[in-house]
Every structure is written in structure tokens, then in C-alpha cells.
Nanobody
Framework: QARLEESGGRLVQPGASLNLSCVVS????????MAWFRQTPGKEREFVAVISWSGRDTKYLDSVKDRFTISRDNAKNTVYLQMNSLQVGDTGVYYC????????????????WGQGTQVTVSS
């Protein structure tokens, strides 16, 4: 059983930057393609970004592709989400997720999830 633990979320003003981290334990990290999702109350979990096990391939939600960067350090079993130029609409609980298949944007396809970290963008 893989365990995922996110960190780095907090309250920031519009235009600020944040770097989220997610550490994976319990299973070999390189087995997994890693993704970030976000969720706000009353809405379904939304795909944000995904990175392949090697780090060579990435995919983003259109509204974040020029502002967010997903990366991973396989030596540290960690995936990151660098978020720049944050907007009020980026507010939500951010979850990392792991899957053996690359590229899917459907939350139901992911095998493992973290507990989430809250990102609030507000003036």
C-alpha cells in the first residue's frame, strides 16, 4: 500500500507563488505516474497536472499550464507543484495521486491519494 503525504498549502494573496510537495512511501516511487488534483466544496475533484514516472512527460489543465509546473525527484520519492501568479480561482484542497497508467485525467482512475493540503488565495 502506497502512502502519499502533501504539504505546502497556505493562505496567500493573488499573484503570489507556492510550491506544494507530496512524499510517497510504501511502494517504489518510480512505479507511479503522479498527478495533482484540486477540489472546492460542492464540486468534483479537478485534474491539475500529471507527470510520467521518468519525468519526461507532463500534461496540464489549460487554465494553469502557463503558471504551474509539475516536477518530481525520484531520489526523494517526491512530486512537486510549483504554482505562480496564483488567482482566487486556484483556491481549493490540493491532492496528489498515483497511478500506474500515464496521462489519465479521471480521478477515479488513480490508485492512491493523499489527504490533501489547503491552498487559499485571497486578498
Amino acid at each position: 500500500q502506497a502512502r502519499l503525504e502533501e504539504s505546502g498549502g497556505r493562505l496567500v494573496q493573488p499573484g503570489a507563488s507556492l510550491n506544494l510537495s507530496c512524499v510517497v512511501s510504501g511502494r517504489p516511487f518510480v512505479n507511479f505516474n503522479m498527478a495533482w488534483f484540486r477540489q472546492t466544496p460542492g464540486k468534483e475533484r479537478e485534474f491539475v497536472a500529471v507527470i510520467s514516472w521518468s519525468g519526461r512527460d507532463t500534461k496540464y489543465l489549460d487554465s494553469v499550464k502557463d503558471r504551474f509546473t509539475i516536477s518530481r525527484d525520484n531520489a526523494k520519492n517526491t512530486v512537486y507543484l510549483q504554482m505562480n501568479s496564483l488567482q482566487v480561482g486556484d483556491t481549493g484542497v490540493y491532492y496528489c495521486a498515483a497511478d500506474r497508467v500515464y496521462g489519465t485525467e479521471a480521478a477515479a482512475s488513480y490508485d492512491y491519494w493523499g489527504q490533501g493540503t489547503q491552498v487559499t488565495v485571497s486578498s
